[in-house]
């Protein structure tokens, strides 16, 4: 029998913090009370359970505070002095900006899986000096350590990578890398969504060996799939049509060949997109398939630090030989 493949689920958890500079964006995408996303949450967490996948919650630092409670400025302040607007973005008053309720319910679940760095204030990597991106990775480990957690792995928000010495040097041992076809829809609007409709590219697996170990020390996981477009009127034509889950045959074939060559799949998505029941019929049918390769043992459900510790372990063995 061939040696099983490995397939990883990392949700981006940053409520509205994500569209931080975003006003419009911000506004027209969440509900006022942040109700929604943790149902949506809870709803992910249930099939998580269901199924018996484990997944790596990026959670973007912010969301470890209690409501009201002042967040330590540091280099943050002379940032959003000169950006007043982003002020609202980083008020804990908001439900949207706090959740120490949401790292509860995914501590409190029975299912295994991790919870990973997704920045501080969400602040994309490339646009910070080097005194900046410390911030951000020693206040989210203060806030982490609340909970006991000390966080080895990174997902850059917006996928936007920098910095990898200082993140490797704080501890962390692994990253969702970019995903390896670049996203269409960054180029051309809908062509990706017709590739995943009529696939034209195969979905992206990845050999899991010591060539995932970059110059920085980090492993590498790169994404082979958003769940979702980012073009919201996409989804909602898709959905009104019920082609909403024909990018479903070219996920499922991706999984079939990372069963086959023993590869790795990681699929990636926020949890305010599983808001609607469309969207969750998606993600269960996606984890319904992974968990029948399971059952199988084609396949083990992994987190991006379970999968990164393998490669480095096999790595030290073959270095020691």
């Known amino acids: 029998m061939s040696t099983p493949g490995y397939f990883i689920l990392s949700l981006d958890t940053e409520l509205s913090m994500g569209f931080f500079d975003m006003d419009n964006e911000r506004h027209a995408r969440f509900s006022p009370d942040g109700q929604e996303e943790r149902q949506a949450i809870r709803s992910v967490l249930s099939l998580c359970e269901k199924y018996d996948i484990s997944a790596t919650w990026a959670i973007t630092g912010f969301i470890f505070h209690q409501q009201n409670e002042t967040p330590r400025r540091g280099p943050l302040e002379n940032w959003q002095r000169a950006i007043k607007r982003h002020s609202a973005a980083f008020d804990t008053s908001s439900p949207l900006c706090y959740g120490v309720d949401i790292v509860q319910a995914i501590l409190d679940s029975p299912q295994a899986k991790e919870i990973g760095f997704h920045g501080y204030t969400h602040r994309p990597f490339p646009t910070l000096d080097a005194a900046e991106a410390q911030f951000e990775l020693e206040e989210w480990k203060r806030l982490a350590a609340r909970h006991q957690l000390t966080g080895t792995s990174v997902v850059f928000p917006r996928n936007a990578i920098a910095h990898l010495d200082q993140v490797k040097d704080s ?151």
């Open 171 to 321: 501890g962390f041992l692994c990253y969702r890398g970019h995903d390896r076809i670049p996203r269409p829809s960054e180029i051309f609007p809908f062509l990706e969504v017709l590739d995943h409709l009529f696939p034209i590219s195969k979905l992206p697996v990845y050999d899991v060996n010591a060539s995932a170990i970059d110059s920085s020390g980090l492993v590498n996981l790169p994404g082979s799939q958003h769940l979702f477009y980012d073009d919201l009127s996409a989804e909602n034509i898709l959905t009104v049509l019920n082609l909403h889950k024909r990018r479903l045959n070219r996920i499922f074939k991706g999984i079939e060949t990372a069963a086959a060559e023993g590869k790795m799949v990681h699929l990636w998505a926020h949890p305010w997109e599983f808001r609607s029941a469309a969207a969750l019929e998606i993600l269960e049918d996606v984890l319904s398939f992974v968990a029948q390769k399971i059952a199988q043992g084609r396949i083990h459900s992994v987190t991006m630090t379970e999968i990164a510790k393998s490669i480095l372990d096999f790595s030290r063995g073959e270095a020691g030989k």
